[in-house]
């Protein structure tokens, strides 16, 4: 059995260990190293450091649309994706015998495309899952093979849903190859009235737009949580926003209508309350540019005892 494996952030790490244990992987296809952080570190994905470990040959394509040779060459029974990063051609989906899958971050047909761990958590789901499903050359098109469902906690930040779906992503693959290799395994044509996009992260979503509920804002920074991450702006300085803690409160409401969402209504010990249309948001870890993270009894007790001050403007 000749696999080609493709993939590369965390998500896809225990994936790949999991199919060459038990199959072995001939091929690793993952996105080029990159330049990190303020030094220019040149840094792997963490699917090649992982695939270096267990031996197996790497090919990082700058374009795989023109440059795909080296997988073909592969002889491929099947390709296996997972978050790989990159639209692969025709010409490669359709050359394996048993096809090629990919291991979705959604209940497909819901959230189609590149962010659908962040948009989950952003629009307020309760629930998302895996799905294995054969590729097609339109985004996230093809049949479906098998798909599995987890909660989505009101804690859930992307990060640590990623790692969750990441290990449902594993098991539920492990279970439906011998599936797929005996040819025993289903195939549903995915209903193409209940399609959803989500689309990858934009910079200008970054900002945190304090006319949204409390569950809107708090929801929007757990799904930009570890990264990108969100920030607010104050004496045109930008702050991260790392983590809050959402309090819906309708007597608070009435005390404080007259003021401005994004207003600074109150500095707690451990937070710093903002207004919003129907509550507060309380700021519980922040960053300053250059600077690392702190809890707020942190800051406040440093810079942000003179830049943060009750009835202050968060933009």
């Keep these: 059995m000749n696999i080609v494996f493709m993939g590369t952030p965390e998500f896809s790490v225990g994936i790949l260990e999991a199919v060459h244990k038990k199959y072995g992987v001939n091929l690793v296809v993952t996105q080029p190293d990159k330049l990190v952080g303020r030094k220019k570190i040149l ?47 025709k010409i490669v989906i359709d050359y394996p015998k048993f096809g090629s899958i990919n291991v979705h971050g959604s209940l497909l047909p819901l959230l189609r495309g590149g962010a659908p761990i962040q948009r989950a958590i952003q629009r307020l789901h309760n629930i ?19 798909q599995t469902s987890i909660p989505i906690l009101k804690t859930d930040t992307s990060g640590i849903l990623f790692k969750k779906l990441s290990v449902v992503g594993k098991d539920l693959l492990m279970d439906t190859l011998p599936k797929i290799f005996n040819r025993t395994n289903i195939r549903k044509i995915q209903d193409e009235h209940l399609i959803t996009y989500a689309y990858n992260l934009k910079r200008e979503e970054e900002k945190i737009n304090w006319d949204l509920s409390v569950q809107e804002i708090d929801a929007h920074i757990r799904a930009f949580t570890p990264k990108p991450t969100c920030y607010t702006t104050i004496d045109s300085l930008n702050l991260k926003v ?74």
């Design 43 to 89: 840094t792997f994905s963490p699917v090649k450091e992982k695939a270096l470990k267990l031996g197996i040959s790497v090919f990082q394509p700058d374009k795989i649309k023109t440059n795909y040779d080296a997988i073909l060459e592969v002889n491929p029974d099947i390709i296996i994706t997972a978050a790989y990063g990159q639209i692969i051609p």
């Design 128 to 146: 998302t899952g895996i799905t294995i499903m054969y590729m097609t050359y339109k985004m996230d098109s093809g049949d479906i093979i098998s």
């Design 242 to 315: 790392l983590s809050v803690e959402p309090h819906q409160c309708d007597s608070f409401m009435d005390s404080h209508s007259h003021q401005q969402n994004g207003t600074i209504i109150k500095i707690f010990e451990n937070g710093i309350g903002v207004k919003c249309i129907n509550g507060v948001i309380k700021i519980t870890a922040v960053q300053l540019a250059g600077k690392t993270k702190q809890d707020v009894k942190t800051f406040m007790n440093g810079v942000g005892r003179n830049l943060i001050k009750v009835d202050k403007l968060f933009k």
